[in-house]
């Protein structure tokens, strides 16, 4: 198992940035990917950024140049969304996401919601 904590959404500005952490526990040694979800209201949920333990960045091509995922250690215990220059179509309740290696579960975050808007 492992359980995930989101934190540091909220309202902001047009063009003005945001930085969302996940805090992980449990199983965290076995994670393979982590990664950042958003759903808007009336839509589905789309990937937004996405690191493999491999060392692979990926972003959705919305968010590519805006937005950046990382991580302060290898122990995959947080990762984190710098998000910036932010539009009103970024808004979303951001949810963080876990995968464990060899096909095996994933996991996800109750969400954060992340207002644009001026």
């Known amino acids: 198992q492992v359980q995930l904590v989101e934190s540091g959404g909220g309202l902001v500005q047009p063009g003005g940035s945001l930085r969302l952490s996940c805090a992980a526990s449990g199983r965290t040694q076995s994670i393979y990917s982590m990664g950042w979800y958003r759903q808007a209201q009336g839509k589905e949920r789309e990937l937004v950024a996405i690191?493999?333990?491999?060392?692979?960045?990926?972003y959705a091509d919305s968010v590519q140049g805006r937005f950046t995922i990382s991580r302060p250690n290898v122990r995959n215990t947080q990762w984190n969304l710098q998000m910036n220059n932010l539009k009103p179509e970024d808004t979303a309740v951001y949810y963080c996401?876990?995968?464990?290696?060899?096909?095996?579960?994933?996991?996800w975050g109750q969400g954060t919601q992340v207002t644009v808007s001026s």
């Open positions: 996401n876990a995968q464990i290696a060899g096909c095996g579960p994933q996991y």
């Open positions: 690191m493999r333990s491999s060392g692979h960045h990926e």
